[in-house]
């Protein structure tokens, strides 16, 4: 389940469906059964729970896992709207999977990008996730050079 990106944010969209843990990406981990706060202890006190459960090595329990990469990249906007470019995103990528709760959020098969404007800078972050660093990478370039052509049109 998405929210808007903070911990205010996060703590409102797990109370309004109930959930029994959340989490930022920052790796804050955040559960209701203790308190609705970011809690380092929390999540320490969890993987090893589940590293008991598991009963293997940390690297054994951590190779069992799906392995996922992102690639960050900011683009700063001189004279132009982000909320133009974020327009402009959607209505090019209106087929595909849209979350805008916070910015854009486009969810494909092998990969999601989130594009979501500063709100004390002029600038677009580009967040992108795939199976392979790689291919977050290159995609995050992609969608940079993209944002790029919005400019020169």
Do not use: C
Not at 31 to 39: F, I, S
Not at 41 to 57: D, K, N, P
């Amino acid at each position: 389940m998405d929210s808007p990106v903070g911990e205010a944010n996060v703590v409102k969209k797990m109370k309004e469906v109930n959930a029994v843990i959340g989490g930022e990406g920052s790796g804050g981990v955040i559960y209701p059964a203790l308190h609705y706060g970011r809690d380092a202890l929390v999540g320490i006190a969890i993987t090893l729970q589940h590293l008991l459960e598991f009963g293997g090595s940390i690297s054994d329990l951590k190779k069992s896992l799906p392995e996922y990469f992102i690639a960050k990249k900011r683009i700063d906007l001189v004279k132009v709207s982000p909320d133009e470019i974020i327009s402009r995103l959607i209505k090019k990528y209106e087929k595909e999977n849209i979350n805008t709760e916070d910015g854009l959020r486009i969810d494909f098969s092998d990969h999601w990008v989130h594009f979501r404007k500063s709100n004390t800078e002029p600038i677009i972050r580009i967040i992108t996730e795939a199976n392979d660093q790689k291919l977050a990478d290159d995609l995050s370039s992609k969608y940079f050079k993209e944002i790029k052509e919005f400019f020169n049109n």
